[in-house]
C-alpha cells in the first residue's frame, strides 16, 4: 500500500519557537494531504486539507496564521506551528488522499511537546 | 456525512473472531462505510470501506445490513497485534474528508 512518513517523530521545542512537520508521499504523488491533532485519548480533529500549489483549507477554529501549511510538491506537505505554546502540545498527524476511491493513508504522526 | 454510533470498548480472546459493530442509521445512498484503526501513538491504518455488499480482503470482513443502517467489520483470527482504536466512519462519494468519531477500544485478551 502507499507510504507516508513524517519527520519528525516527536520534537520538543521551547515556548515561542516555531516548529516545521514534514509529510511525504514515498511512492505516490499526493495533490491533497491533510492535517490532524490529536490530544491524549481523544479523536483526530481535522485541522485543513492541503492542496499542492494553492492555498491550504483550514477547518472552522484552526488558525491559519498560526499554522502555516505548505504543499510545494507533490510528494510534500508541511506544518509549521509557530511561535508554539504548551496547548499546541499535541500529537500531529498527516494524510494523504490516494486513488479514485480517495482513500487515506496515514503517517505515524509527530509528536509535538512545547516546555 | 452520516454519524456513526459504536460501543466505546469491546474486549475479545486471542484466536477468536472480534465483531466489532457500527451504527449508520442516517446513511444516504451514496455514501460508503470506512473503518479504520489507530494502534496507540501511530497514524490510523486502513482497513477497509464498502457501499452496499459485503467485502473482504486480507484484513477483515465487513458487513453491511441490507437497509445500510449499521455494519459490522469482523477480524476473523484476533491477535494481540489487533489491539487498537477501530473507527467507522461514513462518507459521502466525492467527500474527500475523514470526521472521525470516537470509535472502539478493542482489546485482545491473551
Known amino acids: 500500500g502507499a507510504v507516508v512518513s513524517q519527520h519528525p517523530s516527536r520534537v520538543i521545542c521551547k515556548s515561542g519557537t516555531s516548529v516545521k512537520i514534514e509529510c511525504r508521499s514515498l511512492?505516490?504523488?499526493?495533490?491533497?494531504m491533510f492535517w490532524y491533532r490529536q490530544f491524549p485519548k481523544k479523536s483526530l480533529m481535522l485541522m485543513a486539507t492541503?492542496?499542492?500549489?494553492?492555498?491550504?483549507?483550514?477547518e472552522q477554529g484552526v488558525e491559519k496564521d498560526k499554522f502555516l501549511i505548505n504543499h510545494a510538491s507533490l510528494t510534500l506537505s508541511t506544518l509549521t506551528v509557530t511561535s508554539a505554546h504548551p496547548e499546541d502540545s499535541s500529537f500531529y498527524i498527516c494524510?494523504?488522499?490516494?486513488?479514485?476511491?480517495?482513500?487515506?493513508?496515514f503517517g505515524p504522526g509527530t509528536r509535538l511537546t512545547v516546555t | 456525512d452520516a454519524k456513526t454510533t459504536q460501543p466505546p470498548s469491546m474486549d475479545c480472546a486471542e484466536g477468536r473472531a472480534a465483531n466489532l459493530p457500527c451504527n449508520h442509521s442516517?446513511?444516504?445512498?451514496?455514501?460508503?462505510v470506512y473503518w479504520y484503526r489507530q494502534i496507540h501513538s501511530q497514524g490510523p491504518q486502513y482497513i477497509i470501506h464498502g457501499l452496499k455488499n459485503n467485502e473482504t480482503n486480507e484484513m477483515a470482513s465487513l458487513i453491511i445490513t441490507e437497509d445500510r443502517k449499521s455494519s459490522t467489520l469482523i477480524l476473523p483470527h484476533a491477535t494481540l497485534r489487533d489491539t487498537a482504536v477501530y473507527y467507522c466512519i461514513v462518507r459521502g462519494f466525492g467527500n474527500e474528508k475523514l470526521t472521525f468519531g470516537t470509535g472502539t477500544r478493542l482489546t485482545i485478551i491473551p
Open positions: 511512492d505516490f504523488q499526493a495533490t491533497t
Open positions: 494524510s494523504a488522499l490516494v486513488g479514485a476511491d480517495y482513500e487515506q493513508y
Open positions: 492541503s492542496n499542492e500549489g494553492s492555498k491550504a483549507t483550514y
Open positions: 442516517t446513511i444516504s445512498g451514496n455514501e460508503y
